[in-house]
T-cell receptor
């Protein structure tokens, strides 16, 4: 029973398209995150939601819009995709935001924009 | 400038050898977490160290948090090919609650 599941695993799309990545966690955690991992494997926070409320919104283009219908789901919608958006996107959750509790990550969505 | 510096960036050794990787900062952390990421997967939490000077063991892996809570190390004894992966450290700063990530140490254990 997967704790944090995100779909799809792979996404290949053309420049200019709009796409969504879905994430669900069944851990009962309060906080969910979207991270971007670049080709050098550096993890960069994009967004964080705590109980459906946005609490971290890093410098991310407006083309990226998160949506949390409930505290178990955090989806990521991307408009007008660009080549530079190609990366692996990870969803994660934690019991409390940014404290001593670890994060549980999904297995990632590899986005390739062509 | 990285708030958490990990070293080395890359390490390739033979099975059975010992190794240590480091996670250093000039800032104080309330805790530090270590994760291992395998290809095609997300990072998996290995351990959280909370108290300055704390040592935690996970089988052949030994984690230490510096006395001043500015650094941490991971020592692996008798490394095995299954230890191969990207090792990431992360921690929340005392001044705020955002998790800061290191750039990782890519470890390869050759059979």
């Amino acid at each position: 029973d997967t704790a944090v599941s995100q779909t799809p695993k792979y996404l290949v799309t053309q420049m200019g398209n709009d796409k969504s990545i879905k994430c669900e966690q069944n851990l009962g955690h309060d906080t969910m995150y979207w991270y971007k991992q670049d080709s050098k494997k550096f993890l960069k926070i994009m967004f964080s939601y705590n109980n459906k409320e946005l609490i971290i919104n890093e410098t991310v283009p407006n083309r990226f819009s998160p949506k949390s219908p409930d505290k178990a789901h955090l989806n990521l919608h991307i408009n007008s995709l660009e080549l530079g958006d190609s990366a692996v996107y990870f969803c994660a959750s934690s019991q409390y935001h940014g404290t001593d509790y670890g994060y549980t990550f999904g297995s990632g969505t590899r986005l390739t924009v062509v | 400038t990285q708030l958490l510096e990990q070293s080395p960036q890359f390490l390739s050794i033979q099975e059975g050898e010992n190794l240590t990787v480091y996670c250093n900062s000039s800032s104080v952390f309330s805790s530090l977490q270590w994760y291992r990421q395998e290809p095609g997967e997300g990072p998996v939490l290995l351990v959280t160290v909370v108290t300055g000077g704390e040592v935690k063991k996970l089988k052949r892996l030994t984690f230490q948090f510096g006395d001043a809570r500015k650094d941490s190390s991971l020592h692996i004894t008798a490394a095995q090919p299954g230890d191969t992966g990207l090792y990431l450290c992360a921690g929340p700063l005392d001044s705020n609650y955002q998790l800061i990530w290191g750039a990782g140490t890519k470890l390869i254990i050759k059979p």
